[in-house]
């Protein structure tokens, strides 16, 4: 009689896990699935995932949170693009200051590098409009969000400064050049004077002599 007992018993167990195996058979309450289950590991993508396992969809107040997060990398993403831009854009102005004030320089050339400030400082202007506008969504989120975006903020604003000093130092170097380059027209010009001067004064001193 015990041994019978215990093969109905294991027949018991063996239908039980087959019937929730082939789904919708299973003699189990269905409300007691969710708990046991539950979103531990899940997130946005377990959720849709097991969408036909009785979970309850997320609130609707999971979705704006999903949204505002979306909505908030896509603005850090525009301003990481303007920078690499803004970068590209400083390394072409760089490679340019290098035949500037040299005897390689061309009036092309000239005109090139002021176009290409222009375009530089133009896209500085937009990488600030979008910082201070990133800045200020800050301050609309809550202070997990808030958390989450700040480290992206900061590290933006700090390579958008470096990449804009090493700007200012190229603009910098090109005036020094400038400047050097004209100390040293200024130095040939006087020597050039002192000498037609001496001469001028040799030959009158040999003129009276003469006389």
Do not use: W
Not at 11 to 35: A, E, H, I, L, W
Not at 65 to 72: A, D, F, G, R
Not at 85 to 104: C, F, G, W
């Amino acid at each position: 009689l015990t041994t019978n007992n215990t093969n109905t018993n294991l027949n018991k167990t063996t239908m039980s896990f087959q019937d929730v195996g082939r789904g919708g058979r299973s003699t189990r309450p269905p409300q007691r699935r969710g708990p046991q289950q539950g979103y531990s590991t899940g997130g946005a993508f377990s959720t849709a995932a097991a969408g036909g396992n009785g979970r309850s969809p997320p609130s609707s107040s999971s979705n704006h949170n999903t949204n505002t997060s979306i909505s908030s990398n896509s603005g850090y993403d525009q301003i990481s693009d303007s920078i690499v831009q803004y970068q590209k854009n400083v390394a072409l102005l760089e490679r340019m200051s290098i035949k500037l004030h040299t005897p390689d320089e061309t009036p092309v050339l000239q005109t090139q590098y002021t176009l290409q400030i222009d375009v530089i400082t133009q896209l500085g202007s937009r990488i600030e409009t979008q910082l201070s506008a990133a800045d200020k969504r800050l301050g609309q989120m809550s202070r997990v969000e808030a958390a989450g975006c700040r480290t992206t903020h900061v590290k933006l604003n700090r390579d958008y400064r470096m990449v804009e000093q090493k700007f200012k130092n190229v603009m910098l170097d090109v005036r020094k050049k400038k400047s050097l380059k004209e100390a040293r027209v200024r130095e040939r010009r006087m020597m050039e004077e002192r000498r037609v001067l001496e001469t001028n004064g040799t030959n009158i001193s040999s003129s009276r002599g003469s006389g």
